[in-house]
């Protein structure tokens, strides 16, 4: 008989309701220590479970709420609990922002019972877990994004601190198409997953990709 006080007490959250009854199924009989104590399909009815907060919520990635999955971390940390999330996508930008949301899992739903139990067991301890097939994707494609010479003079340029108006200037562009440059600029980084999304995020990143020299 397990130790309950040993025990990983976890929920599943998940609204493919094939998919949630067949993983309460196999949790529950794939590992003594972890003790499945909610299966439900809404985000709602996980906050108002009479047994949350738990220990470990195996969390849908791809609810159809409407409600980021940044927030739902964030409650989520707060209220003591970590969060392995699960889904059908592996994308490296998705496990990127996923893990940098705040999750310490994430396992696709392609994945047996075992590896989910795996993942269950590093939440609890607090360690981050990703299966090795998408630890090498994200490695692989962790490179800085291909620019134009235009996107690179762009990003020197307001790296170095200019504004916006003076590198217009100084390319010969309209402020607008300045603008745009850095918008195209943005996004090329955060689909690699790179965050960019202020000034001095971007002057870091321009200097450890080589656009920009970093001054003494």
């Given amino acids: 008989?397990?130790?309950?006080?040993?025990?990983?007490?976890i929920a599943i959250?998940?609204?493919?309701?094939?998919?949630?009854?067949?993983?309460?199924?196999?949790?529950?009989?794939?590992?003594?220590?972890?003790?499945l104590v909610a299966a439900v399909p809404s985000w709602s009815e996980l906050v108002a479970h009479p047994d949350f907060p738990v220990d470990v919520v195996l969390l849908d990635l791809d609810l159809k709420d409407n409600i980021p999955i940044a927030l739902k971390l964030s409650m989520l940390k707060s209220a003591?609990?970590?969060?392995?999330l699960i889904s059908t996508y592996s994308e490296p930008v998705v496990v990127r922002e996923a893990l940098n949301a705040g999750a310490l899992g994430y396992v696709p739903k392609s994945e047996p019972v075992e590896t989910i139990i795996e993942a269950i067991r590093a939440a609890r301890d607090g360690q981050v877990f990703i299966t090795p097939e998408l630890a090498e994707t994200l490695r692989q494609t962790g490179d800085?994004?291909?620019?134009?010479?235009q996107e690179r003079r762009v990003m020197a340029l307001y790296g170095?601190?200019?504004p916006v108006k003076a590198v217009a200037f100084q390319l010969g562009?309209?402020?607008?198409?300045?603008?745009s440059y850095l918008k195209r600029i943005r996004e090329k980084y955060r689909l690699a997953g790179f965050d960019v999304g202020t000034k001095v995020?971007?002057?870091?990143?321009?200097?450890?990709?080589?656009?920009?020299?970093?001054?003494?």
Avoid: C, F, Y
């Avoid at 008989?1 to 025990?7: G, I, K, L, R, V």
């Fill in 1 to 9: 008989m397990p130790d309950p006080a040993s025990q990983i007490r």
């Fill in 13 to 35: 959250v998940d609204d493919h309701r094939m998919l949630l009854d067949a993983l309460t199924d196999w949790i529950r009989n794939a590992a003594d220590d972890v003790d």
């Fill in 80 to 84: 003591g609990v970590s969060t392995t």
């Fill in 144 to 149: 800085a994004p291909k620019l134009s010479a």
């Fill in 160 to 162: 170095a601190g200019q």
């Fill in 173 to 179: 562009i309209s402020e607008e198409t300045a603008k």
């Fill in 201 to 216: 995020a971007l002057r870091k990143r321009a200097i450890a990709d080589g656009i920009l020299l970093q001054s003494d």
